[in-house]
Each structure stands twice: as C-alpha cells, then as structure tokens.
C-alpha cells in the first residue's frame, strides 16, 4: 500500500519532534463509532505510513459488545480475512493524558489501496460528499456533542448516579442550564478538555451546562469538510472519556442514561457552499430560498427513513418524550428549539439548517451521511417544504417519527432511497449487527420484570 512522500514526511517531522515517543495507538472506527485498532511502538510509525497495516474486515461486523456478527457474512465466511488499513493524513498527534509520551491517528480500511471497503461508514460518507462535489457544493459542516459526566460508582441498583462537584463536594441534584457557575464547578476538567483538544488540532469553542445534573455540550466549529467533521467529533468523544477518568470521573455519549433527566443529543449544523466558497443557503431567514427549501423538504421526506441511522440502539428512543426539546415529527422552522430542523437565527449569509434530531450515541458519520444525503435528495428532486412549525412543535404537530428501535429499523432495511445512498451492502452488514445486538439485549430478564411480574403473575 503505497503512500505519498509527504505522508511519510508527516510521520518523520512528527517522530523528529518527538524523540521520546514510546508508542502510537492506531485508531479504526467501528460501525458504533468505537475506536477499534491497535497500538504499536514508535519505531513501526513510519513503516505503518509508508505500507499501511491490515486489520480484518470484520472490524465493521463487531457488535457493541466485540463480538462478530456471523450473519453479515464478513467473518468466518470470508476467512476472517485481513483488509489494507492507511493512515488519515493530519490525523497524527500527542494523547497527553497518558503518563508516558504517546501519540495516536486515525485509519481508514479499504478494499484495496485507494478503492473504498463498502463496509466503512467514513467511505459511505465520503461517497456522499462526492455527490455534491460533482455538483459543484461543498457542505460546511459543525457537530454540537451532549454528553453526561458522572460518578465512577454506580448505584447499588446498578444505575449510574451523577457526580460529586469538585468545587463545592457537593452531589448535583438539579438542573442549571446555562449556568456559568456549574462551569466553574468543573472547570479544572473542561479546561483539560479544551486544552487537549487543542494539542490534537479539535476546533472545540464552547463548554455549555446544559439541561440536566452534569450535563454539558462542547461545540465544534464549521468545516467545509463533513469527513474530517466527523474525525474531529470520533476524537473529541475520546478526550472527553479519557480526560474524565484523569479526573475522577466517567462520561457517557449514551443518548438517555437517567430516565427522568434530559437525554443527550448530536446536533449538526449544516450549510452549502459553490465554487466560489458562497453559502447558498443564503437568505432572509423567515423566507428561505429555494434550494434551502429544497434541502429541507429532502430531510423531511428522509428523517423516517434514516432514524435507524441517526438513532441506532435501544436506549435511543428514551430521549424521545415531551418537554425535552426534542422533535418527534419532522418539522422545521426558524429560531426554534421545539422543531427537527432549525434555521438558526443570525446574518443572512451565515443561514444553515441545524438538524436536531440524532443521538449522542449515533456513528458521527452515518448521521452525517444521512442528513447529507436527504439534504441532496431534496435538492435534486426539487421536493416542497411543508408549512413552518411555530411555537412549541410538540404540542402542533403529531408524532411522525418511527419513535421504536423495530419501527426505525423496519423502515431503514425497506428504504430505497437508503439503499441508493448507502449501498445495499452496507446497509445489509449495519442491520444483521444491530439486529443481533438487540436480539442480545431483548434476551435480558430486567429487575423490573422480576418486581412487576414475579409475585403478580
């Protein structure tokens, strides 16, 4: 697998700069958006950029769990074989919370040097974005990340239990959305954060407390590159988990971890740019223009079709209730939180859609793939927006959304605008693992069934 001279001149300036390195983790996201991988010495660095390294393919068949679903038919089926793995350019850097000198970078798998593995969520994005490069757009791109820090020991029931603030010693019981002061609570964390984020070059901007005990959202700033968007989020999530435990603290991206608390969403923002790098969205908010309109009316007609995508596991669907900003319907309007799509407010130039509906726990790329991709499909059909949604969405608009993980994935396995988007082989691969995975899960007998139904029935 051969690589470019300035590939492996990335790695010999990083090695020269470094001469303490000890190791490198090489980094693989799974279908989940786990960092699969391996961690070699720092002297197979230049070796792993110049040739690459194999990992079998059945890396993208891996329940949450690791363990291979059979029923994709990428691994015993095939052997169990190996797949060409290469470095992500740039992707190279320091992981400063380890207490030796270490470094990490991205790879990506493919079928062949240069030639994309139909299994590979980032090539499915990838994909995507040729489409509209071919049209001459180029997406510009941010990811808004919800997560929970919580404490490290759980409750004797087994449930998580939110976190004991440094700064007062006391547990967080409530709610203080916005609230500068919870920032200062745990601004020895969040300040370790930002600061990792920036050694590893993630364009993180703003630690916001958000709607529940221990809750916050890191904002990324806008790319005009949904790939590296993505990257950066994969990334981002792994700071945050590594640098909490520094800190005496777990953090989780599960989309609905307390049932009576707020749960944890991935928003994406999204605009389109022309050759010239203009932003084509661009108009009077209150009167979108016609190819917003469009991309809209595309991620309306879309957003059932995808939920599996942009909710992928059981827990998913437990952030969807009342009173919790989350939409229910696909709905948009502008300046407003209660809707699916929303048109921020701001200068005219500036217009973008931010799509509120995937979970912290989705694949950062898939979701990206498919807002991106019924962004397009409305944008080539020329699809009609609906009226817009004002006031509180939730009480306007009847649910619409598949809100079950069997309804979502029922739609998804049965969409053929998913399958032209995403590759009927792909999409066979993601369901047969998440079919397993809830298959699994369903397989539980909880504490409550006993409660309910052991002396009642």
Request: hydrophobic residues 40%.
């Amino acid at each position: 697998m051969p690589h470019t001279i300035a590939a492996s001149s990335e790695a010999e300036a990083f090695l020269a700069a470094h001469p303490d390195l000890v190791g490198v983790d090489l980094l693989l996201p799974d279908q989940h958006g786990v960092l699969r991988g391996k961690r070699i010495p720092a002297r197979q660095l230049l070796k792993v950029y110049k040739q690459g390294i194999y990992l079998p393919g059945s890396v993208f068949a891996l329940d949450i769990n690791g363990n291979t679903v059979e029923s994709t038919g990428i691994g015993f089926d095939t052997g169990d074989c190996d797949q060409p793995c290469r470095v992500v350019p740039h992707s190279l850097t320091m992981v400063p919370w380890h207490k030796k000198p270490m470094a990490q970078c991205l790879l990506t798998m493919e079928q062949a040097p240069g030639e994309a593995y139909f299994a590979n969520p980032r090539h499915v994005l990838d994909q995507i974005c040729d489409d509209f490069q071919s049209q001459g757009l180029t997406p510009m791109v941010a990811v808004e990340l919800e997560f929970y820090v919580t404490d490290t020991r759980r409750l004797k029931s087994g449930l998580l239990q939110p976190p004991i603030a440094p700064a007062t010693g006391l547990r967080e019981t409530d709610t203080q959305v916005y609230a500068v002061d919870n920032l200062d609570d745990y601004s020895a964390l969040l300040d370790d954060i930002m600061l990792v984020a920036q050694v590893q070059n993630i364009p993180a901007s703003t630690a916001v407390a958000e709607y529940a005990p221990g809750q916050f959202e890191i904002n990324l700033q806008h790319v005009a590159d949904p790939v590296l968007a993505c990257d950066q989020a994969i990334l981002l999530k792994r700071i945050i988990k590594s640098v909490s435990k520094k800190h005496g603290f777990s953090a989780t991206f599960m989309a609905k971890p307390y049932a009576d608390q707020a749960g944890s969403g991935m928003h994406i923002h999204m605009s389109l740019l022309d050759a010239k790098g203009v932003n084509v969205f661009a108009c009077h908010q209150q009167q979108p223009n016609t190819i917003l309109s469009n991309a809209l009316a595309g991620l309306q007609t879309t957003m059932a079709q995808t939920m599996a995508l942009l909710c992928p596991k059981v827990n998913s669907y437990r952030r969807f209730e009342p009173d919790f900003f989350v939409a229910m319907a696909p709905t948009w309007g502008v300046d407003n939180r209660t809707v699916a799509l929303r048109i921020p407010n701001g200068d005219s130039f500036a217009t973008r859609i931010e799509h509120r509906v995937a979970g912290a726990d989705a694949n950062p790329y898939l979701a990206m793939a498919a807002i991106l991709a019924g962004a397009l499909h409305g944008i080539n059909n020329a699809l009609v927006l609906s009226p817009q949604t004002t006031g509180n969405g939730a009480e306007k608009v009847t649910p619409s959304l598949p809100l079950s993980w069997v309804d979502a994935y029922t739609l998804l396995s049965n969409s053929k605008f998913a399958e032209h988007a995403f590759g009927a082989n792909f999409l066979r691969v993601y369901v047969q693992v998440q079919q397993h995975e809830y298959t699994q899960f369903n397989r539980h007998v909880s504490s409550l069934e006993i409660d309910w139904y052991q002396r009642t029935l």
